[in-house]
């Protein structure tokens, strides 16, 4: 509204921005989460892999212990692995959790700026609603007395 200036604008700005950095490091977050799950899939691939591979190679009968030796450590180093990553998605789970809580804080703040910018702008327009209704009175009243 025309002549309406929110003395508290340069704070509502601030939150807005807040709750933006906030919004935008939670999605960093939970791209990390996304990606890291993914490699973890694969992982779980890779040693489902190695296993089939450890299995045919005892069916076929051809004991050749280097290899068996190095797909069970290899199949080791994997578990290791894989264990490593799912502590690593549980911190970044955390993380994430955190950062969530962030963003809705910033959020709720951001809203209570907004509401009070809103009961501003309420009573500016009573205000102009009410210095208009006294202008009109002052016309009526000047029109009576020189129509006295």
Known sequence: ???FKFRLQTVL???EQKFKDSQLEYAKVQSRLYREKQAL????NE?????EGLEQIIKSGLM???QIACHQNYLLKLKGDIQYQHNLIGRIEMELAEKK???LEAMKEKKIMEKLRERALEEFKKNVDRQEFITIDEIATNR???AS
């Open 101 to 103: 809580r962030l963003m």
């Open 47 to 51: 040693h489902s892999k190695t296993n």
């Open 64 to 66: 050749d212990y280097t």
């Open 13 to 15: 700005e601030a939150k």
């Open 41 to 44: 899939e694969t992982m779980y």
């Open 1 to 3: 509204m025309k002549g």
């Open 144 to 146: 009576y007395k020189k």
